[in-house]
């Protein structure tokens, strides 16, 4: 079992950046895939970005592309996603996950241990 904790959130005006860590323990990290989701208040979780195990494979929602970019080092278990050009809408709990295999899933129910989230809030 793999255990996460995000740190980074904050509160950032319109065109800002965050960068969001991943923090993991665990053996296993190194040969998981890890995501990223984020829920807003009366909003259903969504998929954010997801990486590979080795960092080769990268997957982002159509909302964050050329905005958002996830790396990982595995030499320090952590995961990071960096967000660029940020939006009101935006503003959400952001959560990291390792998935149940080495590949950068999409859908929650792929993924196996889930971080508290860290809370993210753009200003207009």
């Known amino acids: 079992q793999v255990q996460l904790v995000e740190s980074g959130g904050g509160l950032v005006q319109a065109g800002g950046s965050l960068r969001l860590s991943c923090a993991a323990s665990g053996r296993t990290f190194s040969i998981s895939g890890v995501g990223w989701f984020r829920q807003a208040p009366g909003k259903e979780r969504e998929f954010v970005a997801s990486i590979s195990y080795n960092g080769y494979s990268t997957n982002y929602a159509n909302f964050v592309k050329g905005r958002f970019t996830i790396s990982r080092d595995n030499a320090k278990n952590t995961v990071t996603l960096q967000m660029n050009s940020l939006k009101p809408e935006d503003t959400a709990r952001y959560y990291c996950?390792?998935?149940?295999?080495?590949?950068?899933?999409?859908?929650?129910?792929?993924?196996?241990?889930w971080g508290q989230g860290t809370q993210v809030t753009v200003s207009s």
């Open positions: 996950a390792a998935s149940r295999d080495a590949y950068g899933r999409v859908r929650s129910e792929d993924f196996a241990s």
